[in-house]
């Protein structure tokens, strides 16, 4: 199973961000990670933006988006865009994609939330265009008309991941891209939902065994404060009140919400629990580093040391 961590820009002065994110993938990279992750927050820095960024202070570390909303830009565009990021980083860009969530395509960005899943499917039409460049992309489905010359390739493979949550997302996933990225998911839900659905699609397809992407929040803790940390991760992280998707994924699992799927306590119990995601079928676990304390000071002291602890943790799962 790959170790990986999520970078993003966080809550902050704007001037500061780019900065912050920089100092933070070096760290990833120079502590041994396999990936990192780039979360959309659909409030804040551009993803793929960021990546590119990242290629500047990077060598060797993969990565990736979780997730680029689907409808906020044409196809043609994320192609470009993807392509421009992808050779930037001399090709270690993985493109996490997905079709999003009510309350940002319809309530934030105005746009239709109308059948999300075959939106993806002609959305994936057109990405899947990326290997017959340089060319054209030239794709007519029910969604886009697309007859488009591109002078710009890959410059390696480059990974494409689909968000897929419900059965119809997961046969999309399987069939199309090379894997899902997950969020609000835990070791059941994987174990009996998503590797099972996502993989006999990928067979049936004739596609390789499919990366499964798990983000999963993790806190070093000392014995009593575990209650403490599932808290906070409910304070900041949750987002299944609002959205159905992750509702119905929640049936599928043992977990009722985001802090009692997290990854908390002492080196012992971090590392139980990422042995627990591996025996799932996760390929790829992406944490989310949760600092907890009652000021700046106690917040950044307990980043560090969930910093120290997991990078030693994730040697022993190579």
Not at 216 to 243: D, K, T
Request: a negative charge.
């Amino acid at each position: 199973m790959r170790i990986g961590v999520m970078v993003g820009p966080e809550q902050g002065d704007t001037a500061r961000k780019v900065d912050r994110m920089l100092k933070d993938v070096e760290w990833a990279e120079s502590a041994g990670f396999d990936t990192v992750w780039v979360p959309q927050i659909p409030t804040d820095f551009d993803a793929l933006t960021a990546v590119a960024l990242m290629s500047t202070r990077t060598s060797r570390i993969e990565i990736g988006t979780a997730v680029v909303p689907l409808q906020a830009q044409h196809p043609v565009h994320l192609v470009r865009q993807a392509l421009s990021t992808h050779a930037a980083l001399n090709g270690r860009l993985a493109l996490g994609v997905g079709p999003s969530h009510h309350w940002i395509v319809q309530d934030m960005l105005g746009l239709p939330y109308e059948k999300p899943a075959k939106f993806t499917r002609d959305y994936l039409d057109v990405l899947g265009g990326i290997k017959d460049l340089p060319g054209s992309i030239d794709v007519e489905n029910d969604t886009f008309t697309v007859h488009n010359p591109l002078d710009i390739g890959p410059v390696a493979p480059m990974p494409l991941l689909v968000a897929a949550l419900g059965p119809v997302m997961l046969k999309i996933a399987g069939e199309r891209a090379d894997g899902t990225i997950l969020w609000m998911a835990d070791e059941r839900a994987i174990g009996e939902h998503i590797v099972p659905r996502i993989t006999k699609a990928a067979a049936d397809a004739g596609r390789p065994d499919p990366r499964i992407v798990a983000g999963v929040p993790v806190c070093l803790c000392a014995p009593g404060e575990e209650g403490i940390a599932r808290e906070r991760a409910n304070r900041i992280l949750a987002e299944a009140e609002i959205s159905p998707n992750y509702q119905r994924l929640l049936e599928q699992g043992e977990a009722k919400d985001i802090g009692q799927m997290a990854i908390v306590g002492d080196e012992n119990a971090i590392l139980a629990g990422f042995k627990r995601y591996r025996d799932a079928g996760v390929t790829d676990l992406s944490m989310r580093l949760l600092p907890i304390g009652n000021n700046r000071d106690e917040l950044v002291a307990s980043k560090y040391r969930t910093r120290e602890v997991v990078a030693e943790l994730a040697k022993e799962l190579r």
